[in-house]
């Protein structure tokens, strides 16, 4: 009989040798770090944000990290330098993609990785003077978001 915990630590290598293989793959590089100690975890992230440098799931994947382990001064930080890192290298979500991956971020839980990523690209693709016509926009729509889910 194979214990838990053998079979976690089997699939920790067998993810560690995949992202060897295919360090391209985002899917496999937050696999390996959902497996990981907090500390071993953010190194697996580091060296994915390497390999997969477009990569905004990893990113925010750091954000939750260090939320999830009470680190929550770290998450604007590593929200805005996502936003900066992935505009420079042309790989920049639209607002609307970002907004989407707040609500997610919210839906498990993460309220301040959902806060931080509002945060930094409210005012993405808004023009100043059209700033609280979007704003109030937004607002309806979560409201009618959240009746939907209730």
Request: charge should be negative.
């Amino acid at each position: 009989m194979v214990s838990l915990e053998e079979d976690e630590e089997n699939a920790r290598m067998l993810l560690a040798r995949a992202v060897e293989c295919v360090p391209t793959s985002v899917d496999l590089w937050l696999a390996l770090a959902r497996l990981e100690t907090y500390a071993n975890a953010k190194k697996v992230l580091n060296r994915a944000r390497q390999s997969c440098p477009l990569s905004y799931e990893v990113w925010i994947a750091a954000a939750r990290l260090e939320e999830n382990q009470g680190e929550v001064s770290r998450v604007d930080a590593i929200v805005l330098r996502a936003v900066d890192t992935l505009n420079q290298r042309g790989a920049n979500l639209t607002r609307e993609q970002w907004i989407e991956q707040a609500t997610m971020c919210e839906m498990a839980g993460d309220i301040a990785t959902c806060k931080a990523i509002i945060q930094a690209t409210i005012g993405l693709e808004v023009e100043e003077d059209a700033r609280e016509e979007v704003w109030t926009q937004d607002a309806e729509q979560v409201k009618t978001f959240s009746s939907i889910l209730s």
